[in-house]
Each structure stands twice: as structure tokens, then as C-alpha cells.
């Protein structure tokens, strides 16, 4: 056995040598290694780009964009009254029975129950949601019908809380401060102590200016 694994070999022509660039002129891959001188496709990223067109606007970005994915959405399977006609008087149809009777694919994780068509005898229905005109249908019928999960109740919007009203004390009058300069109006200074100032002699009065000299 290990005489026969030493003489494996691939067929010939099936693999090939790596070709070596930039290993001397001789080799007639040298120098530039076939990329030939400057230009975009001499660079080490020149056409590597996924989807470019050469500078102008790429497929991706000229189509235009509709909509959004959401990761997070649940996938909602929608059975109507009239579907339900097929189960036998006084069956419980829950989400196994309506999965056993082909009404639910597997993908789905919400079902819900809507008022179209008719129903003529008593089922007790037990899914997600049921809209209030499948429940009026079903009960009419003589059965029940239970939403296992409770209907979305928007919450009314926050109100600001109302701020506390400051209060100004009341003014004091001994701790009242005392105005800059007494009670004396401004612009005029206290009167120092000692006696008051004299008054300013009023300025004398000039002289007429004299006339040329005779004989001048």
C-alpha cells in the first residue's frame, strides 16, 4: 500500500507552476511585470473595485432607493372567519391547529384573525389578535374568541412638571441698606466737616483790547 501512495502523481497538465514576476529581464516578466509603464492598470488597485464603471456613476448608485428592511419585524399570518368554516363544531382552534391545517406557514410568529366571511356554527378561537368584527362573527356564532396578546395601548405623551414658584422675601426696613451718599441727590457732594466752603469770587471781567498808538 505505502509502494502504491509513493507513485501518485496528478495527471499531466492538471497543475502548473505560479509564474514569477519582477525576477529579472530575462525572464520577460521583469522590471514591470507585464503591467507596462504608468496607468491605471499598472496600479496595484486599478481595477479591483467592485462595480466600477470607470468613473462615472455606477449601476448601484444610479438606481433609485425605495423603502427599508427591518430585521425586527414580525411576520404576521392573517386568517379570516371564513377560513375557520373547515374545523368540526365546538373545536378549540389555537396556533397548533390552525399550523396542522395548512392556514399557517412555519415562517410566521403572529397570527391574527380578520372579520372576512362567515361562520355558521361555534368554534372557541384562541390566537394573537382577533379584530373586533371577527369577535362580534364568532360570538354570534355561539363560540368565544381570546386574544393572547393584549391590543397596543398608546401611552399618553409626558407632561413637564410644573416648576416651584420662588417667593421674594419681605423687605426690611432695618436691614434695609443705605443708598451711596445719603438721601442727597446725585451729582451733589457731602459738605465736608468743618465748616462750609466759601463761595468763588466771580471771574473779572477782561479788559478792552487798547487801540494802535498815536504816532506810530
Do not use: C, Y
Amino acid at each position: 500500500m505505502a509502494s502504491i501512495l509513493s507513485r501518485l502523481h496528478p495527471a499531466p497538465g492538471s497543475t502548473a507552476v505560479k509564474t514569477r514576476v519582477g525576477r529579472g529581464r530575462g525572464s520577460g516578466l521583469g522590471k514591470t511585470s507585464g503591467r507596462g509603464q504608468k496607468g491605471q492598470k499598472s496600479r496595484t488597485s486599478g481595477l479591483d473595485k467592485r462595480g466600477f464603471e470607470g468613473g462615472q456613476m455606477p449601476l448601484q448608485r444610479r438606481l433609485p432607493k425605495r423603502g427599508f428592511f427591518n430585521p425586527f419585524a414580525r411576520k404576521v399570518a392573517i386568517v379570516s372567519v371564513g377560513q375557520l368554516e373547515r374545523f368540526p363544531k365546538g373545536t378549540k382552534v389555537d396556533v397548533a391547529a390552525l399550523r396542522a391545517a395548512g392556514l399557517v406557514r412555519r415562517g410566521a410568529d403572529f397570527i391574527k384573525v380578520l372579520g372576512g366571511g362567515e361562520i355558521p356554527h361555534a368554534l372557541h378561537v384562541e390566537v394573537h389578535a382577533v379584530t373586533p368584527s371577527a369577535k362580534a362573527k364568532i360570538e354570534k356564532a355561539g363560540g368565544t374568541a381570546v386574544s393572547l396578546v393584549p391590543p397596543h395601548v398608546r401611552k399618553p405623551p409626558p407632561q413637564p412638571k410644573p416648576r416651584p414658584v420662588e417667593v421674594a422675601p419681605a423687605p426690611d426696613a432695618k436691614a434695609a441698606p443705605k443708598a451711596k451718599g445719603g438721601d442727597k441727590p446725585k451729582g451733589e457732594k457731602p459738605a465736608k466737616e468743618g465748616g462750609e466752603k466759601a463761595p468763588k469770587p466771580p471771574p473779572a471781567a477782561k479788559k478792552p483790547a487798547e487801540g494802535p498808538k498815536e504816532g506810530a
